[in-house]
């Protein structure tokens, strides 16, 4: 899905585990270069075609999320904006979606690991089955990207920053222009965490685990103010599984966090009574397909969370 | 747009402002029994087409939110499901849209009264016009429908409760079934705050306020339980205005709704650099058609919220 040929590739073992600003940079590229980073998956290969849940609890954690990267930026200063156009994906065909015990937005309801295993066709709009329960279509973006941040020191790899990093926005996908603010001279730009699909909110905490390469081209907006990421999108993000509308289950709390729990609380309760489905394997498919939503939030003190999930994929 | 002839008309004169289970019912109906309900605006006919910001104030607090009702379901017991089929809208062709001291999500940054005034074409899928600025698709539904609930008393329009209620849902349009989890005894339904067009989160604490019929249909699912109100839609909810993809703005924090704030106040800041918007009609206009989703709700302990303002608006 590249659009033209990169400047430079970025290969996968120049990677690393945190954000910091004294990392040594593996090139330097102008503004106006197109690179290809060649992202490793978030488990950095731990977890393959023959793993199984049991094999969750021996992955070393030292080496979740790894990032390609970092390049510098020329003339990047910080105040500077980072401009991410995103060119494409070349995804494996290999992914993964997993419940890992203390993470996910349920973690307390469900305490043991279970992970599935998905096989794609690449190069083709197919969607991946998921078992024989349903069918989810594929829309590959990058999980994390992001700046070094300001603050000296080694920052973790897990939490999104407003220069970025561990974002999970489903919607950053190819032919997004992303904006990012930079903090540092020369920004320091790495990304991994390739995602085959996922939903908003990722709610049991992984989407469609998947290593593939990016392509990007950068540019520079100097000295412009940008509180947090933002960017454009020139196209619907839910039109690959809207066609038959939605089933919706709501949370309604005074706190938006216990709304989203109860939401997906819901579906996975619904998913089992309208299609026979496990809890844990209604949760994962909830986390790569199914969308939190804030329907309202000032008719206080109660606030509306709902969370969607497309009917076309039990077709 | 109403697609059957109703069995019963409930008119706007049979309205109340709170939630009682108490209320007198206008009239029982049965299970499958269509009903069209005459609704009131939010502001219970307050708002004219001649009013201005100033008349905000003169406003009696007391006449906010009329809903109409309330019809007694014969049969409904607690425990059962109300299932409504949302039939269809008749708009009145006049709207408003107001900044009200005091309420909205950003209320601390907006404390002036502002008015907006919406006249559109009925019958017609024209866009209505935002000033010069903008052409928002209408696109209507009822923000507050709901049954009474089992505490005794009388209980504030303003806030949703599991019972339903203040919703704010934009997506409960016609062709959409929704489910209430019933608490009393004949269910006692009641609808009203009718909106031709609102996106996800009513930011600015109003939508297009605009007086309405609604026609629904109503069925009862004995003792099935629900937690909260949930709903299907049979078709795509945002193909109305995401031809051109979306202006994305976000906030990252350790809580929901600062990050929603901050993403909130990203657009008005984006729109007001990009089309010259004043920043209370970026608010207004943010309200009525831009999304609040949540991207990532795992990672702790920083979330991400997003909100989405559909770029067809300004072509």
New interface residues.
Partial sequence: MCTATPSYTIHARDHHFGWSNRLEPVRTVAPGDRVEFRCRDASDGQITPVSTAADLARNDPDRVNPVTGPIRIDGAEPGDILKIEIDGFTPSGFGWTANIPG???LADQFPDPALHLWHYQTGTDAPMAFGDMARVPLRPFAGTLGVAPAANGCHSI?????VGG??????LTAGTTLYLPIEVSGALFSIGDTHAAQG??????TAIESRMDVTLRFDLLKATPL?????????????HV???????????APD??EA?R??V??MI??LGRLHGMGAVEAYMLSSVCG????????????W???F?MP?SIFN
Avoid: H, K, Q, W
Wanted: hydrophobic residues 35%.
């Fill in positions: 993470f996910g937005l897990i939490p999104p920053r407003r561990n974002l999970d926005i489903r919607d908003d909110g990722e709610v049991c905490g509180a947090f990421p933002r960017f454009t999108t020139p196209a619907p993000v839910t039109g809207d066609s038959n509308g939605y089933e919706v289950t709501t949370g309604i938006l966090m989203a109860s939401a609380s819901g309760d619904l969308d939190l939503r804030i329907s309202e939030i000032v008719d206080a003190p109660n509306v969370v709902a969607y009917r």
